[in-house]
């Protein structure tokens, strides 16, 4: 064959793929609030007023010590298969919440690098690298998500409109818009890891829908930043497309 090939791309059915994720994604968060028998709405008030308080703050270290230590072990530790990724977190989540607040505490930083190092893998399985300054706040805005046990789906979708307000940001800039959100989601788990008796089940169950939630989403993230890109079609306007799909769906 000569002269250049075109593909065609099938940009309804690439968006159809990606509704469904963006479904899926928010599926076992309801999973886990039956496991600790609450609302998501009641977690928070678990926590005592001083975590509460320095909440915001320490997911903001998190992010940062997960920022720098995924960075450095992509050189050394090869991305994992996302089943990998969710066993993993799984399991650091029930030793997490056998310990109570402090282990899950203690837990929190190493979770969410290994949440960053999934979104970085999904971000490279999508063509993207990983080390461009943008794509990384890119991986860190899809913290920005509503999170698993969210029931507002909606919600899920301001995050993917994140990266054109985060174009040209500093790492603690994009880090500072991020905290705030995922600082709410983050305590969420922590609450459900410090509930006695079922601490470590809680704690693998969090762990284990938050994986689920956030690998998800992040394939939505890079699936639409990536059929942008081999299409031509703007991202917002694919992203209104999204929208407008999932908006449909809910109303069913």
Known sequence: MTGTEIIAIDVQGELAALEKRHRAANSVGMQV??????????????????VKDRL?????????????AAAGSRAVVPDQKGWLNTAMTTAMGA???AGGLPTALAELPVTTTVLLRAIQGIAAEHGFDPADPEILRACLAVFASAGPLAEDDGADMAFLSARLTLTGATMHGVIARVAPRLATVLGQKLAAQTIPILGAAAGAATNYAYTSYYQQMAHVSFGLRALSERSGIPQEHLTADLRSRLQVQKQR
Do not use: F
């Open 33 to 50: 609030l039956n496991i600790v028998g609450t609302q998501a709405e009641n977690l928070l008030e678990r926590l005592p007023d001083r």
């Open 56 to 68: 915001e703050e320490t997911t903001g270290r998190a992010l940062e010590t997960a920022a720098r």
């Open 95 to 97: 030793v997490g919440g």
